[in-house]
């Protein structure tokens, strides 16, 4: 009877111990994932999507849907590096007009007065129809009110006469000076649009989201597994009209009009009161 007592105590405290690890390596986990951002909250994306097609710890916002996207060899998807990145908008059948709008993504933030080199880092793959011009990403800083308060990176096609079709830019980074707000709390914007109606649609892929001080500097990989499209997890109550099955296998060049003028404000931004359309 000691002996089956002491082995079965044994077997309790391994079986402890076991789930004590298990517990360790899951909220070591989750840890990593929150803390991935710096100073942002889980800006890999990898934290648990909550209910209600939000991503945990961001705002999401715009006329198109936002979605998670995960990495996965079997179905040739990829991110930037981890499992998970956010898909902002829509893919677009190739040439149709489409209204000016996009989806963004946004989060408030706290940049410490005692930061050597406040930035934000960030890895993006843009694939476009459109070009700069007409469509866009983004990136702006407001004042925890939405007020916007200054446009701290754009990117898209650089052509200022031909858009082409699915036109996949690839994965980039990019390195954001925050200086000017040491001190302040602020929200970023990460915003892929379209900027004016009967642009042709643009989406991006965004991972790697990172605010930090320049002295911890980190170099993000850019890693392109493939170019098929992402497979999605439940972001967006929306469907998901993407698919691989080559209706873009055809790409067509469409010389594109001058963009709009004298645009009354806030039509290219109608979340930013006091912003206005470029004349």
């Not at 044994?10 to 079986?15: G, S």
């Not at 302040?184 to 001080?213: E, H, M, P």
């Amino acid at each position: 009877m000691r002996r089956t007592g002491k082995r079965q105590w044994l077997w309790a405290v391994v079986l402890a111990i076991a789930i004590g690890l298990g517990w360790a390596r899951h909220s070591g986990m989750i840890q990593a994932a929150e803390n991935c951002g710096g100073w942002l909250y889980n800006g890999c994306f990898e934290a648990t999507i909550r209910p209600n097609s939000e991503i945990d710890g961001w705002t999401v916002g715009g006329n198109q849907p936002t979605y998670v996207v995960k990495s996965n060899s079997q179905q040739q998807t990829y991110t930037c590096q981890g499992d998970y990145s956010v898909r902002l908008g829509t893919p677009i059948i190739s040439g149709q007009p489409q209204p000016a709008g996009g989806a963004f993504i946004i989060q408030d933030v706290t940049i410490p007065a005692s930061s050597l080199r406040p930035e934000v880092h960030l890895c993006y793959r843009i694939i476009t129809n459109d070009i700069r011009a007409w469509s866009d990403f983004r990136v702006d800083v407001l004042d925890v009110n939405g007020q916007f308060l200054q446009q701290l990176y754009e990117d898209g096609y650089a052509n200022e006469f031909f858009a082409t079709e699915y036109n996949d830019l690839g994965w980039n980074s990019a390195i954001l000076d925050l200086s000017a707000y040491k001190g302040r709390r602020i929200r970023l914007r990460f915003w892929s649009q379209n900027k004016y109606d009967g642009s042709l649609g643009i989406w991006t892929f965004l991972d790697s989201v990172i605010a930090l001080d320049a002295r911890y500097r980190i170099r993000l990989p850019i890693v392109s597994r493939n170019s098929s499209s992402p497979t999605h997890t439940a972001a967006s109550s929306l469907s998901d009209p993407s698919n691989s099955s080559g209706e873009f296998s055809q790409k067509r060049r469409i010389l594109r009009p001058p963009v709009p003028r004298f645009l009354p404000p806030d039509t290219l931004h109608p979340n930013n009161a006091g912003e206005s359309a470029p004349q």
